[in-house]
């Protein structure tokens, strides 16, 4: 294996990295969405429940509790549940914003990451061939296919890297 990527060339380290990276990046925002999606799972019911009863106080311990984004938000909105709706409504809105802020934190380097690696496997397919080339050259158009496999080989494999 370590042959395979080792005839890939020198794109080949930042190529792996680009998908550790990513990987990294992806596999922490599933866990993240997904201990998130727990802590606020029927969390406005519950609220909603409490403050149509009077209990506002218990209703806040509840969204202090949550530790979730839906609890920032609705922990937002109870404190200015007695102002105008139109009040009401900025807060919730201004408080959501800022709450998809929060969630879509990496979500930007992922997309980076997915823009680089394939430049970075079409560049290596222009070194393979420049490399290819090159022996061409050297051996005065008097070539066999075995001196020529070093650079397509680099080539196809930084190709194929960049797309995985």
Known sequence: MLDFLYKGGVLVIPILLCSVFALAIFLERLIRFIRLRKQ???????VAAFVK???DEQ???LVDASDSPMGNVLAQALEVKDQSQETLEAIIVHATEE???GLS?????????????????LFGT???MIKAFMVIQEMGGKVNAAVLAGGIWEAMLTTALGLA
Do not use: F, M, S, W
């Open 40 to 46: 606020g799972r029927g969390l406005a019911e519950k």
């Open 53 to 55: 009863n009077g209990d």
């Open 59 to 61: 209703a806040r311990d």
């Open 99 to 101: 709450e998809v802020r």
């Open 105 to 121: 934190r990496y979500l930007q380097a992922l997309a980076t990451i997915g823009n680089i690696a394939p430049l970075l496997g």
């Open 126 to 128: 222009v070194v393979g």
